[in-house]
């Protein structure tokens, strides 16, 4: 007969089987993005098989640019029985809203690099003052 806790992996062993390193499961854990399922009599943390499926769940929304904080949120979601896929296609729609700024931020400051290093001297002449005349206009 199998006891409930050869059903159960220690964290070693979900580590090793998840690719997900020990420090970051006790982290995911003190967020509450997973929960171990009890301890051994040598207090060693036990989880659930399907544990590895929400650390691969983590890891691809961490991978899609969702923050631990958004991923905290769907996983909420889903831990009241519901599905979080609105919820979630939602913070990726504002993820590329925001990835559409930085871009946008981004060229307008490579648009002013390259107007700066147009009229850069490579020897300009001391001024009083100036630390950098190529700067300091």
């Known amino acids: 007969m199998l006891s409930l806790e050869s059903s159960l992996l220690k964290i070693g062993e979900l580590s090793a089987r998840s690719g997900v390193p020990i420090k970051t499961i006790r982290y995911y854990e003190d967020l509450g993005l997973i929960t171990n399922a009890g301890r051994t009599e040598g207090q ?61 931020d981004l060229l307008k400051l490579r648009q002013e690099l390259t107007r700066v290093l147009a009229k850069w001297q490579t020897a300009p002449f001391p001024e009083s003052g100036k630390i950098c005349p190529n700067l300091q206009t």
């Not at 399907?50 to 650390?55: A, M, P, Q």
């Not at 691809?60 to 905290?72: A, C, F, P, T, V």
């Open 44 to 104: 060693f943390r036990l989880f659930h098989l399907e544990t590895i499926n929400r650390l691969s769940f983590i890891k691809q929304l961490q991978g899609l640019g969702l923050s631990l904080q958004e991923i905290g949120e769907c996983l909420v979601i889903y831990d009241a029985g519901q599905l979080p896929c609105g919820d979630i296609q939602d913070k990726l729609k504002k993820h590329v809203e925001e990835i559409d700024r930085q871009v946008a």
